[in-house]
């Protein structure tokens, strides 16, 4: 149970996640290894001070690697279900702290409150899936070509892993990494975004204290701090045989090369730019739901954020009203208000990408069918809270083929039958989340199939955005190919090995080959 009401204020929950006071830059959580120079984290919501961390120096990064190694030697030679029950005893902890720590996510990232809860839970979520897990980390057994001889393949833990997170899911991402990256015997080392630090404290601290409580090192879990330059200290270290990173494509392509020169795994969770195709066998009632919650549900800042709807023609006027209509029942302000349904934007700098957006689809052609704007006044003096907009275009537009994190979405218009909708939905270079609104089989199956969406998800009648943990999350093409989370997601975070084991008194070669002496 948590130990104040649901309705405390977010002082109360800075004072719960021990993150009340960090004022003096002087702690990075419990393993309070930083010294370099300080990160102030404002708050989108009201511009706020939250608080000061002290970014990770290179002789710092080195004393959080050399705690993390000699960690590993520990942790791997536990049994796995015996670490899965440190994760549940860390889901536990995230259960009591539900409230306070999904405040934190609010006033820090600016979602609402509902859904930096839903974060949390994802979380939770996350732990409960990896520690059932931790019983199935299995390989396979396979007939071996030579007599008395058995073949199988097991799999082994890595090391340390390197996570590197985006500002908008600045929890649940790190604990879809961590949760199964620690049951699978790894540890874990997490630069969160510098956008988002505090959330990073909160979270080291509540790990940090289930690993004390169980007599385990501390370098189970480790946090680092700062911007791209600390990022680097762990792409470039070959001691890092996997890095995690999330956020955009640009930072992907950085990684990725940084990563592969050395011969190391990356899992690339990078930008997207989803659609919900409309045909004319849609619910409109439904689509406008899912379009709508899509396309301004946490302020446009999800990866899986509806940015592109393709509507039939036939059907065009009235989905664009419908949705138009919609809009006019938004109400933008404080995230902690649950009246509310958009927050702020992370800064100021993507207000400016938001405005660049609007004004670059008015020069390529585009017709604005709902006015964006900046808000200002009292409420809205953080600078950070725009309205979200709406603009017909064409689907070739250079905009529209940019992925813009924030509420804009465009409306493109399809005729004929649903393959030339996929076309349209499959010629960005994104590929993460994709929508059918259709009550018609042969269009969902048609959608489905080999010649349908290229995304790494792809709905029915549910919009682009949001996942459940049980399935594996992730994109193709420019959103970087990665799978986190459910399915078999966590063989990445292991190395598999072939064993052969020769139980007879004869030697005999592979390929019938003769090597006599
Ligand atoms: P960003 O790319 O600016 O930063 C993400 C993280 O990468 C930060 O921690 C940053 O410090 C780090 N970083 C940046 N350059 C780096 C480098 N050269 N080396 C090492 N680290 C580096 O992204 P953001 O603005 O925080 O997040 C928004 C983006 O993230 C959007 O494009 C969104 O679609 C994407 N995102 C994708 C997913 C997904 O699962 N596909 C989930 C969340 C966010």
Redesign the pocket.
């Known amino acids: 149970m948590s130990a104040i009401s649901a309705d405390f204020g977010i002082n109360d929950a800075l004072i719960q996640l021990d993150v009340k006071d960090l004022n003096e830059g002087s702690s990075t959580g419990s393993n309070n290894f930083s010294h370099g120079d300080i990160i102030e984290s404002y708050s989108p919501v009201d511009g706020q001070l939250i608080g000061k961390v002290k970014m990770t120096t290179k002789e710092d990064y080195e004393k959080v690697m050399e705690s993390a190694t000699r960690a590993f030697k520990i942790w791997r030679t536990m049994p796995a279900p015996q670490r899965g029950e440190i994760v549940r005893q860390f889901g536990e902890k995230l259960r009591e702290k539900k409230e306070a720590l999904g405040k934190l996510v609010s006033y820090e990232m600016g979602k609402s409150y509902q859904e930096g809860l839903g974060e949390v839970q994802e979380m939770i979520d996350i732990c409960d899936f990896a520690v059932g897990l931790s019983r199935q980390l299995h390989g396979l057994t396979m007939h071996s070509e030579r007599p008395g001889h058995r073949m199988y393949e097991q799999y082994h833990p890595l090391g340390v892993v390197g996570i ?6 600045p929890v649940a ?1 790190w604990a879809w990494n961590t949760a199964l990256a620690w049951i699978c015997g790894d540890v874990c080392v997490w ?5 988002t630090p505090i959330c990073g404290v909160a979270c080291q601290n509540i790990a940090a204290e289930v690993f004390k409580d169980n007599n385990l090192p501390e370098g189970i879990c480790n946090l680092i701090n ?7 200290f ?2 470039k270290d070959a001691r890092i045989p996997l890095i995690s ?8 392509k ?2 990725a090369q ?1 990563v592969a020169a050395r011969l190391g795994k990356s899992l ?5 730019n989803n659609a919900i195709i409309v045909t004319p066998d849609a619910d409109i009632k439904m689509t406008v739901i899912g379009a709508v919650f899509g396309a301004v549900g946490t302020a446009g ?5 509806t940015r592109r709807l393709i509507i039939h023609d036939s059907i065009y006027d009235q989905v664009k009203n419908a949705v138009v209509d919609a809009y006019k029942q938004l109400r933008i302000g404080n995230p902690l208000d649950e009246n509310n349904h958009v927050g702020p934007l ?1 800064d100021t700098d ?1 207000v400016k990408m938001y405005e660049n957006a609007l004004t670059k689809v008015v020069d390529e052609g585009g017709n604005i069918v709902v006015e964006g704007g900046v808000l200002s006044g009292e409420g809205y003096e953080s600078g950070c809270y725009v309205k979200p907009a709406i603009a017909e275009a064409k689907p070739n537009y250079e905009i529209v083929q940019h ?1 813009t ?1 924030a509420p804009v979405l465009y409306l493109l218009k399809y005729s004929g039958g649903v393959e030339n909708a996929i076309d349209i939905q499959n010629e960005v270079a994104q590929g ?1 989340s994709s929508a059918i609104m259709t009550n018609n089989l042969r269009e969902a199956e048609r959608f489905l199939s080999v010649a349908g969406s290229d995304c790494g998800i792809a709905n029915v009648n549910i919009g682009t955005s949001g996942a459940e943990i049980g399935g594996a ?3 193709e093409k420019e ?2 190919g ?1 799978r ?1 989370s459910g399915s078999d997601a966590w063989k990445i975070y292991m190395r598999r090995q072939t064993n052969t084991i020769n139980y007879t008194t004869e030697l005999p070669l592979a390929q019938g080959i003769k090597f006599d002496l």
């Open positions: 590197i997170s985006a500002f908008n899911f991402v630069k969160p975004s510098e956008k700062g911007d791209y330059k600390v990022g680097e762990m792409t990173a999330t956020g955009s494509t640009r930072m992907g950085i990684v940084e690339l969770e990078l930008g997207g800042q999800r990866c899986t954020s992370i993507a992925e994190f993460l999350f992730g994109g959103t970087g990665g986190e």
